[in-house]
């Protein structure tokens, strides 16, 4: 996989908006979390002074900072960690911490982002990662350069695309034409042309949809039926290459829960015989 600015190329070829927080969505989270686990630092450590009363100060000053280390990096990485990267600012504003190459963090990149926060979010008030969010492309703090990782939007992202059907007088076509298999980029660019070509200019939309149309016509044979519209012809190609794929995949589906069956008999369907 490919970073590639603010998206992911996956080894099929599609490009994925990785959806990187902005700075002031990130100052927000922190600052809700910093609060929470600063208040919740402050009144457990009331009722530990207190239990601690008799103790003397070398012992109480090693409780101290072994709650310290606990309260404000085990404990946010441990959260971290089992709710795959999510906190309650982060819930709060609809952010995710996830890998560089768009995973789930394990405990190791989490414990290197609450280590470095306890310098840059606590010891420093934030300057520090404010100021290094500021100058990184995705909004990266100390800690996400650390660990490989970065703050992702899951709220408020780009709406799914509406679904395609065939065309109506193309269906005939579709099922006898022999369509080779599409570049992953071109069906991903005549996916989103036919997503947005209702917002665009309609010299741009028909300069596009022509240039489209004439690059699938090599994957197809025969052509669509004389006078098609170039966008009607890249729906039908797409939603024949798409119900195809699905039947493929059904097949193959079917092949292996029988094959399961099979398999899970003893022996191979053959009842057994009593002693």
């Given at each position: 996989m490919t970073i590639v600015e603010d998206e992911l190329l996956i080894g099929e070829g599609v490009v994925l908006d990785a959806g990187a927080a902005p700075v002031t969505m990130r100052m927000l989270s922190g600052a809700i979390d910093v609060l929470t686990y600063g208040v919740t630092f402050i009144v457990t450590m009331t009722f530990l002074t207190r239990a601690a009363g008799s103790l003397n100060d070398a012992a109480f000053r090693a409780i101290l900072i072994a709650w310290l280390v606990t309260w404000?990096?085990?404990?946010?990485?441990?959260?971290?960690?089992?709710?795959r990267?999510?906190?309650?600012g982060r819930i709060a504003?609809?952010?995710?911490?996830v890998r560089d190459?768009?995973?789930?963090?394990?405990?190791?990149?989490?414990?290197a982002r609450s280590t470095a926060g306890l310098l840059e979010e606590y010891l420093?008030?934030?300057?520090?990662?404010?100021?290094?969010?500021?100058?990184?492309?995705?909004?990266?703090?100390?800690?996400?350069?650390?660990?490989?990782?970065?703050?992702?939007?899951?709220?408020?992202?780009?709406?799914?695309?509406?679904?395609?059907?065939?065309p109506y007088g193309l269906e005939g076509w579709a099922?006898?034409?022999?369509?080779?298999?599409?570049?992953?980029?071109l069906a991903l660019t005549a996916r989103m042309f036919l997503g947005r070509a209702a917002s665009m200019?309609?010299?741009?939309r028909m300069r596009l949809g022509q240039q489209i149309a004439a690059q699938?016509?090599?994957?197809?044979?025969?052509?669509?039926?004389?006078?098609?519209?170039?966008?009607?012809?890249?729906?039908?190609?797409?939603?024949?290459?798409?119900?195809?794929?699905?039947?493929?995949?059904?097949?193959?589906m079917r092949r292996r829960d029988a094959d399961s069956a099979l398999v899970r008999s003893l022996p191979f369907d053959v009842p057994d015989v009593e002693n």
């Open positions: 404000l990096i085990l404990l946010p990485a441990g959260i971290e960690t089992l709710t990267g999510r906190s309650l504003v609809g952010l995710r911490i190459d768009g995973g789930p963090v394990s405990f190791r990149f989490a414990l420093t008030l934030g300057i520090i990662a404010v100021s290094t969010s500021m100058f990184s492309r995705r909004g990266k703090r100390m800690g996400d350069h650390m660990a490989g990782t970065y703050a992702m939007r899951t709220r408020g992202g780009t709406r799914a695309l509406p679904p395609l059907n065939m099922t006898t034409a022999d369509f080779r298999r599409l570049p992953d980029g200019h309609v010299e741009s699938m016509s090599d994957y197809v044979a025969p052509g669509p039926p004389a006078g098609t519209h170039p966008e009607t012809f890249i729906a039908g190609v797409l939603a024949a290459r798409r119900d195809r794929e699905y039947a493929i995949e059904t097949t193959r």
